[in-house]
C-alpha cells in the first residue's frame, strides 16, 4: 500500500492549546490535503499545499510541506473543544486525475 | 444545498445478494469516486472516474462494479456482497487537481 502514516495516532490537550499532527508519505505527489471527519460524518476539506509551496494558512491552521522528507504537518492553534475530530492527510498522485491516498488518520480530543 | 448526495445511509445485506449504493452530485465536478473506511485502515479507493464516461479501478476494486451514468450521478455496485466488504463507503466528486467534497457515507453490514 502506498498510504502515508499520520503521527500520533491520537492526541488529547487542553482548548487553549495547539495541536501538531504530522504526515509522512512514500511517492512523488501533486499535492496534499488535510481532511476532518468529526464522528460518524464525512469528511471535510480543509487545506490544500501544492508540492511547489512549503507553508499556507487558513484561519486556524498552518501547513507544512517537505518533499525532500516527504512530510508535513498540521497546526491547529488555539484550539477549541469544536476542533474534536480526527484528521486525515492526503496525497494526491496520478496526473489530472487527482486520485487521493489517504492516511490512518490522528484522533484529536480538545478538553474543555 | 450544493454537495454530494448519496443513499442509502445504512443497509443490512445478507451474504450473497447484490445491492446498488447511488451517488449524485450538483457541482458540475468531473471526477467521481468512491471509497471505503475500515477501522484502522483509513479510507482506500474503490473506483474512480475522470470524467463522464470514464472509469478506472483503484487500490481495492475486486468484488464490486461502477457506473458513471452522466456528468452528476456515480453508482457502486456490489454483485455478490460478502462479510468482508462490511463498511463505510463515501462518494466524492471533485473538480482536477482541487479539493474533494464528500458525501455522508454508507454504512453497510453483510450477514
Known amino acids: 500500500s502506498q498510504q502515508g502514516e499520520e503521527d500520533p495516532q491520537a492526541l488529547s490537550i487542553q482548548e487553549g492549546e495547539n495541536a501538531t499532527m504530522n504526515c509522512s508519505y512514500k511517492?512523488?505527489?501533486?499535492?496534499l490535503q488535510w481532511y476532518r471527519q468529526n464522528s460518524g460524518r464525512g469528511l471535510v476539506h480543509l487545506i490544500l499545499?501544492?508540492?511547489?509551496?512549503r507553508e499556507k494558512h487558513s484561519g486556524r491552521l498552518r501547513v507544512t510541506l517537505d518533499t525532500s522528507k516527504k512530510s508535513s504537518s498540521l497546526l491547529i492553534t488555539a484550539s477549541r473543544a469544536a476542533d474534536t475530530a480526527s484528521y486525515f492527510c492526503?496525497?494526491?498522485?496520478?496526473?489530472?486525475?487527482?486520485?487521493?491516498?489517504f492516511g490512518t488518520g490522528t484522533l484529536l480530543a480538545v478538553q474543555p | 444545498n450544493a454537495g454530494v448526495t448519496q443513499t442509502p445511509k445504512f443497509q443490512v445485506l445478507k451474504t450473497g445478494q447484490s445491492m446498488t449504493l447511488q451517488c449524485a452530485q450538483d457541482?458540475?465536478?468531473?471526477?467521481m469516486y468512491w471509497y471505503r473506511q475500515d477501522p484502522g485502515m483509513g479510507l482506500r479507493l474503490i473506483y474512480y472516474s475522470a470524467s463522464e464516461g470514464t472509469t478506472d479501478k483503484g487500490e481495492v476494486p475486486n468484488g464490486y462494479n461502477v457506473s458513471r451514468l452522466n456528468k452528476r450521478e456515480f453508482s457502486l455496485r456490489l454483485e455478490s456482497a460478502a462479510p468482508s466488504q462490511t463498511s463505510v463507503y463515501f462518494c466524492?466528486?471533485?473538480?482536477?487537481?482541487?479539493?474533494?467534497?464528500f458525501g455522508s457515507g454508507t454504512r453497510l453490514t453483510v450477514v
Open positions: 466524492a466528486s471533485s473538480p482536477d487537481r482541487y479539493g474533494y467534497t
Open positions: 511517492t512523488s505527489i501533486n499535492n
Open positions: 492526503a496525497t494526491a498522485y496520478g496526473g489530472a486525475t487527482n486520485k487521493l491516498i
Open positions: 499545499i501544492r508540492s511547489n509551496e
Open positions: 457541482m458540475n465536478h468531473n471526477s
